[in-house]
């Protein structure tokens, strides 16, 4: 087999004299370092992994990585990222081959592991304010700035995504602690199918290499990345199965994490007051352990469903206690979902002017810390506004910025709310075709993926459309449709829906 494989390892001829002749002249530790990354199943590299690959005091990693920079063997992709050339690559794996024992590179590639398991802990724990999940027993985090840490990571995540892809690769042993640092992180990047594939991977191995906290972690992210891809009955059998036993492991955060996901789904299926709650309990939760980030996003929930509920001035001060909150924690994320969610109650209150305003600090936040989600829920929030405003293109604008956020996501309530607010533009601009086509497109994504407020709003919109273009048969029959939709509805929820029913798209 290695045979075969050192035949099919050739470059041309005159090629390889020429690379022969550049590496004699190397220096044996940056001949080492060419020979060891040539072996690494990925393509392009962050600086300071490069020099985590070679394992030698940085000083000497240093002058290794610049010798094979002056000697042309590795080339510059982006700032701070390296990359080989695919010829350069062939010849040193040959070489590597023909010099290394297997065990070297197999420990260059646990190296590599553990500089990325320990990049993504360090990002993680900036992003919860120091107060989320702790890192592994053992595991010595890169001394970095919350901004540098998330810069890191933002440049390696293709690269750890592939990686813990790979069935075999140099994350596989680490996979169940790697995945248990980069949630939160996918959440904010909106790669919930990428998260879904990556925990399945973790919950696999977690159960392959018997460990029991890291298959319960394994399967909570799973139910967590579901309900975020509208998947509400298999991401609420995943969490309500694993809360009660990582209450019992006495794993309290990842147990708040799991009541946190069902009250989620609760809210999602029409049961919000079961769904303010659970979110109350997991504010009560995060108090106790000092954890203010999940309080600050326990209240916001709590806030979101009172506002479905239709207790406008409860949900506003909710909003208003989680901003402090976030504020307290120095926490840019949940402050920036509060004031998008903020903003969505000031539309309900008939408050556009406040709404943008709410609205773009959100989105300035969202885009400070890198939070795509948050981001297109705040455009979509603004351009509501905007219409609200008379201003319907700046609305379409932001709209449609929100509607690639969602498309590249798979946010399915993001999408069919800012075809929503596309087709509520369309009408103010009396482009009636344009409007019909995108409620309708709305109202079946919402059908699919059991978002009845969206529904509404679609019907509701479908048939201002058919009022505005002369065909009252049409808006009577979705006037009344959105209608039976309201009354077939849990009571509690009824409030919320008739404010899409009688107010503004």
Known sequence: MADARRRSLRVDDAVAET???????????AARLLRLLSALPVEHLDETAVAAVAGTP?????????????????????????????LVRTFALDRSHDQDRPVERAAAQRRLAQHL??????????????????????????????????????????????????????????????????????????????????????????????????????????????????DLTAG?????????????????????EALNGLAIVAAQQGRPAEASALFRRCAELAAES??????????????????????????????????????RAGADAPRALSLVN??????TL????????????????????????????GLTAGGRALVGLGRPLDGIAHHDTALEIARRSGDRLLEASA????????????????ARDGFARAEEIAVAAGLLPEQVRARRGLADTAAAAGDDAAAAAHLAGARELVEAAPETEQVYLRAWLDGPG
């Not at 690379?19 to 530790?29: I, K, Q, R, S």
């Not at 694993?242 to 309290?252: D, I």
């Not at 326990?298 to 009172?306: G, P």
């Open 19 to 29: 690379l022969a002749a550049t590496y004699t002249a190397l220096g044996p530790e």
């Open 58 to 86: 940085a000083e000497e990693a240093a002058a290794a990585l610049a010798e094979l920079w002056r000697h042309h063997l590795l080339q510059r992709s982006a700032p701070s990222r390296l990359r080989m050339h695919p």
């Open 117 to 230: 398991l320990a990049l993504a802990w360090a990002d993680h724990v900036h992003l919860r304010a120091g107060s989320g999940r702790p890192p592994p027993a053992g595991l010595e985090l890169p001394d970095l700035d919350a901004d540098e840490a998330r810069r890191r990571v933002d440049r390696e995540s293709d690269t750890l995504l592939l990686l813990a892809g790979l069935a075999d690769g140099p994350l596989t042993d680490v996979l169940p602690d790697l995945a248990r640092a980069l949630a939160s992180r996918l959440d904010l990047w909106g790669r919930y199918a990428d998260a879904r594939v990556l925990h399945e991977r973790a919950w696999a191995v977690a159960r392959a290499a018997e460990r029991p906290d890291a298959v319960l972690r394994a399967r909570l992210d799973l139910g967590r990345a579901l309900v975020r891809l509208g």
């Open 236 to 256: 609420a059998e995943h969490l309500g199965a694993v809360h009660p036993q990582l209450e019992e492991a006495g794993l309290p955060i990842e147990a708040r």
């Open 290 to 327: 000092g954890d203010l980030v999940g309080q600050a996003l326990s209240l916001d929930n709590v806030a979101i469903v009172e506002h479905r509920l239709g207790n406008f001035a409860e949900a506003l001060r909710h909003h208003q206690l989680a901003q402090g909150v976030a504020e």
């Open 342 to 347: 903020t903003a969505t109650l000031q539309l």
């Open 350 to 377: 008939g408050d556009p002017e406040a709404a943008l305003a709410s609205a773009e600090e959100g989105v300035r936040l969202a885009e400070q810390v890198g939070h795509d989600p948050v981001r297109g829920y």
């Open 419 to 434: 075809l929503c607010g596309v087709a509520s533009a369309r009408l103010a601009l009396a482009e009636h075709a344009a």
